[in-house]
């Protein structure tokens, strides 16, 4: 019984597990952004450098959405495993690089959303679920302004509008 109730309020270990792994995976992010955003600061791009706040400003967000779940089940929140900052030479390297870390975000939110679906934690799937929403809306408007670096490029525009 007290088994029982320590896995309904804890959640599974599987379930723990894509926690901790989505914090670390926002936290790096969130890293990752802002030196992208700061490396545009740097070259005196400003319009790239508030785009990249921005981007890291929703992933604080998303940090802060996942943390709060932890706590809600008495887990400690630490990211212990930041990936290492690879941002990229230029806008459009830059621009790759996210769309790889977007997609990493994607299919990790994804099978998180399996998962509790399959063992019935409502919270948890609701939780990652909207994280999903986010990060696919992410990927399709790195999808989007990739695709348009060439033109504008070619017409001397900047990648970020
Ligand atoms: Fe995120
Ligand atoms: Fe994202």
């Given at each position: 019984m007290l088994a029982n109730l320590d896995r309904v309020h804890r959640g599974d270990p599987r379930t723990i597990g894509y926690l901790r792994q989505a914090l670390s995976h926002e936290m790096s992010v969130v890293q990752h952004y802002v030196t992208q955003g700061q490396l545009c600061a740097l070259w005196g791009m400003d319009a790239e450098c508030a785009y990249f706040r921005r981007e890291a400003s929703e992933e604080l967000g998303h940090a802060a959405m996942i943390i709060r779940h932890m706590l809600a089940l008495g887990l400690t929140p630490n990211a212990t495993q930041l990936a290492a900052v690879r941002?990229?030479?230029?806008k459009a390297e830059f621009l790759v690089r996210d769309m790889q870390l977007e997609r990493e975000a994607v299919q990790l939110y994804a099978e998180a959303v399996d998962h509790c679906r399959r063992t019935r934690d409502e919270t948890a799937r609701q939780l990652f679920a909207a994280l999903l929403k986010d990060e696919q809306a992410h990927f399709h408007e790195l999808e989007r302004m990739l695709a348009d670096a060439t033109h504008r490029e070619s017409c001397d525009v900047g990648i970020f509008g």
């Open positions: 941002p990229g030479r230029d």
